[in-house]
């Protein structure tokens, strides 16, 4: 079975992460720290480029979900809305990999919140993390492509979730662009089955074709151990960690066979403990979980 290649230890880990180089915001080097050739990617290239973030970043995906109920009673306006989004990049950058910024708490704020998520990502971007567009997109063409220009041109994202619904034609606008996508396979809610477990084997053998990742739910290992069995190598992204039930440490080993991230969101950002040294903490508490769990 795959094992991706890790540091001898979570502290020299770390050291390699604090040496990494921010990537350059420009359309031909901007993103995953390399060169990148324009047009549609080779199937397995966003394998190698989630692997080589595995090896130099680890595993863990912070999400950031902005509830301004639950901000400070003086952080309920936009500029609180973004204080608290770069504290909790800048107090995790440590452990990220990748951040997943879930679009609609952002477009509840308005225009002001459009601008706070442009400048997470660009908090992300100089902490050397990957920056996941949380927005789960699918339509048209033309109004994919728009969907793709805002992501790449307006958010400044790596990366974006998207539904599978209508099909593989949805990735081209994203892919041209050469933004990568976590297409979902099977989500974390509760009436998931009702549809998804219907199509998704159906759905990961489809996109596996055009180089895709998959959205695999962290807190059902047994399904999420089916998505990766069908997926072979391809990169997961495993929400539903803490909040949701699932542990991380039991998401990591249902996920080995191929690189993948795994995303916290309010189990990280809304852990026990004062903001935003809480999320820090939580964060490193995570990081070892993962660790733990692969080493083992």
Not at 21 to 33: D, H
Not at 152 to 174: E, W
Not at 261 to 270: K, T
Request: proline share 6%; hydrophobic share 40%.
């Amino acid at each position: 079975m795959w094992r991706p290649t890790r540091h001898s230890s979570s502290a020299s880990r770390r050291t390699s992460r604090a040496r990494s180089s921010p990537r350059t915001r420009s359309t031909t080097s901007r993103r995953w720290g390399a060169a990148r050739s324009p047009g549609r990617e080779a199937v397995g290239a966003f394998r190698g480029r989630i692997e080589t973030l595995n090896d130099e970043r680890g595993h863990l995906c912070v999400g950031v979900d902005p509830r301004p109920g639950r901000f400070p009673p003086d952080d309920q306006d936009a500029a609180g809305l973004e204080r608290w989004c770069l504290n909790l990049v800048e107090a995790t950058e440590e452990q990220a990999a990748a951040y997943k910024p879930n679009l609609a708490f952002f477009l509840a704020m308005g225009p002001e919140g459009l601008r706070v998520l442009e400048a997470v990502a660009d908090r992300a971007e100089a902490a050397g993390a990957l920056t996941i567009l949380d927005g789960k997109f699918t339509d048209i063409g033309s109004t994919a492509e728009a969907y793709a220009r805002f992501a790449d041109d307006v958010v400044g994202a790596d990366a974006v979730t998207l539904s599978p619904y209508m099909g593989t034609d949805v990735l081209d606008p994203f892919l041209d662009r050469d933004l990568d996508a976590f297409v979902l396979a099977r989500t974390t809610n509760a009436s998931a089955s009702q549809v998804q477990d219907t199509v998704a084997g159906e759905v990961v053998q489809t996109f596996s074709m055009r180089g895709t990742g998959f959205v695999a739910p962290g807190n059902d290992p047994d399904t999420a151990g089916h998505v990766r069995q069908t997926a072979g190598g391809a990169p997961l992204l495993l929400p539903g960690i803490g909040a949701q039930g699932g542990s991380a440490a039991e998401a990591a080993c249902t996920a080995r066979g191929g690189p993948f991230l795994i995303a916290i969101g309010r189990g990280i950002a809304h852990a026990e403990g004062s903001f935003p040294d809480n999320a820090r903490e939580a964060a490193q508490r995570f990081s070892k979980e993962i660790d733990a769990a692969l080493d083992g």
